[in-house]
């Protein structure tokens, strides 16, 4: 077995599985928590797992199995713009319990949102940035919408005469955008960007003052392993890096 070598060969301590339709055979995916439940190992998720596959039992079989960050893509906070660019049903209210479970059981969560839509609005992302403070994530990644060639998003872009003509695709990324919008050039979508970090750093704060809160981070940094990955958290925090970006 793969995972077995790993160990063997490399000494690993940790997996990531780029799959963000593993849980999708929900059977399948409760054979694969139990056999890693086999080694002593610490894993995650980091291109995300769907909240609709996920129930408490389930869960409390991943912590079990190693499961120690749970990365969910919300996209977005508007459902006006999940239906017309995501087609990607988000239960709100359950995506909210799910991730408070995860914060009880001691899991870390991220959050994935997009701003950056060719019509999205001022009052859309301000949707976004409400929601990705109230569901209860402990960290979030922002990104700014990218019309790759052959998306459908590219269409509309064009469509919209909002590709521009220099040499975009090798200079635009979700975190240095060079695309503008109707409503916002690339430089103002940046500045929302920062504003939306912000906000959520100041509210994640905050929030810190109820007791809770602390229970829930006492739960995730309960170890000697699991304080050195916090203490990293809260040094690229300090030092303005979220998420491979300058603050």
């Known amino acids: 077995m793969e995972i077995e070598e790993l160990i063997k060969n490399y000494k690993i301590r940790e997996l990531a599985f780029w799959d963000d339709n593993i849980s999708l055979d929900k059977e399948r995916f409760v054979e694969f928590c139990n056999l890693l439940n086999r080694f002593n190992l610490s894993w995650q998720t980091p291109k995300g797992i769907a909240i609709s596959n996920l129930d408490e039992n389930?869960?409390?079989?991943?912590?079990?199995?190693?499961?120690y960050r749970a990365t969910f893509a919300i996209e977005s906070g508007s459902r006006e713009i999940l239906s017309r660019y995501v087609d990607k049903p988000i239960d709100f209210r359950k995506a909210k319990e799910i991730?408070?479970?995860?914060?009880?059981?001691?899991?870390w969560t991220y959050?994935?949102?997009?701003?950056?839509f060719p019509d999205e609005n001022i009052s859309q992302?301000?949707?976004?940035?409400?929601?990705?403070?109230?569901?209860?994530f402990d960290f979030i990644a922002l990104f700014i919408a990218q019309p790759y060639p052959g998306t459908e998003l590219y269409r509309i872009f064009k469509e919209k005469g909002l590709l521009p003509r220099n040499d975009y695709l090798s200079r635009s990324s979700m975190v240095y955008s060079?695309?503008?919008?109707?409503?916002?050039?690339?430089?103002?979508?940046?500045?929302?960007?920062?504003k939306i970090y912000l906000q959520f750093l100041l509210f994640k704060f905050f929030?810190?003052?109820?007791?809770?809160?602390?229970l829930y981070l006492y739960r995730k940094i309960n170890n000697g392993e699991k304080l050195s990955y916090f203490l990293r958290l809260v040094k690229n925090i300090i030092g303005g890096h979220w998420f491979g970006r300058k603050l």
């Open 125 to 136: 992302i301000r949707e976004t940035a409400k929601l990705s403070r109230s569901l209860g």
């Open 178 to 194: 060079q695309f503008s919008t109707i409503y916002f050039n690339h430089k103002q979508l940046w500045r929302i960007q920062q």
């Open 58 to 67: 389930l869960i409390r079989l991943m912590k079990k199995s190693g499961y």
């Open 111 to 116: 959050g994935v949102f997009i701003i950056g």
């Open 207 to 214: 929030s810190f003052l109820k007791f809770r809160q602390w």
């Open 99 to 107: 991730i408070k479970f995860c914060n009880r059981l001691g899991i």
